[in-house]
């Protein structure tokens, strides 16, 4: 079965710190993503990786970046957390390169930053 | 305008009732579309999965595409109090770039017992 895992459910941060947020999966999918989500926003792409080290933007990059250095593990990293970064972080694989296979997530990391 | 839009409700029915979730979408090319189910503090889960126009059936689920009219339907029967979350519509073309998907803004759904 598909496993979609985010290492933490709950995170408080303060303003200005290096936040990390680690997401595996277990499927030896191609393609990760990072979303955030927000009351009335909806979901909204932060970044995607197609393949190991590589990595694209989404809709809203701007505060954020991503490491993949292994297929299996998809980072995404505040660089300096901001409480207008306060949102649900959800992780989410497919399967292959430019596909249109259905995403499957994880359960967020709901992240608070004072 | 969005590519995709849904309405974000609240709906809230009685137990037993037929629900209709939609989506209205812009761009011609879409031809994957899914609904997914997220109960709260959980991430989305996939529903339903279809391709090009029609119907999909499964147990009290039912999905519908109307291609020409770039209108997407999820048909819940017999609602049951274990139907509340909210519903995502998604949509893609044949080829894209890293497998993205157009999400709607979700449809939260309640059915009171």
């Known amino acids: 079965d598909v496993k979609v895992t985010q290492s933490s459910r709950y995170l408080v941060k303060r303003t200005g710190e290096k936040v990390f947020l680690e997401c595996v999966q277990d499927?030896?999918?191609?393609?990760m993503f990072w979303y955030r989500q927000d009351p009335g926003l909806g979901l909204r792409l932060i970044y995607f990786?197609?393949?190991?080290?590589?990595?694209e933007k989404g809709d809203i990059p701007e505060g954020y970046s991503v490491s993949r250095e292994k297929k299996e593990r998809f980072s995404l990293i505040l660089e300096s957390a901001s409480t207008n970064q306060t949102s649900m972080y959800l992780c989410?694989?497919?399967?292959?390169?430019?596909?249109?296979?259905?995403?499957?997530f994880g359960d967020g990391t709901r992240l608070s930053i004072l | 305008q969005k590519e995709v839009e849904q309405d974000p409700g609240p709906l809230s029915v009685p137990e037993g009732a037929i629900v209709s979730l939609n989506c209205t979408y812009s761009n011609s090319a879409f031809q994957y579309f899914m609904w997914y189910r997220q109960y709260s503090r959980k991430g989305p889960e996939l529903l339903m999965y279809t391709y090009s126009s029609g119907n999909k059936e499964d147990g009290r689920f039912t999905a519908q595409v109307d291609k020409s009219s770039k209108y997407i339907s999820l048909f819940i029967r017999d609602s049951q109090p274990s139907d509340s979350a909210t519903y995502l519509c998604a949509m893609t073309p044949i080829y894209n770039q890293g497998g993205k998907l157009i999400f709607g803004q979700g449809t939260e759904l309640s059915v009171k017992p």
């Open positions: 499927m030896d999918h191609e393609n």
């Open positions: 989410a694989s497919s399967v292959t390169g430019n596909s249109n296979q259905p995403q499957h």
């Open positions: 990786s197609y393949d190991v080290k590589m990595k």
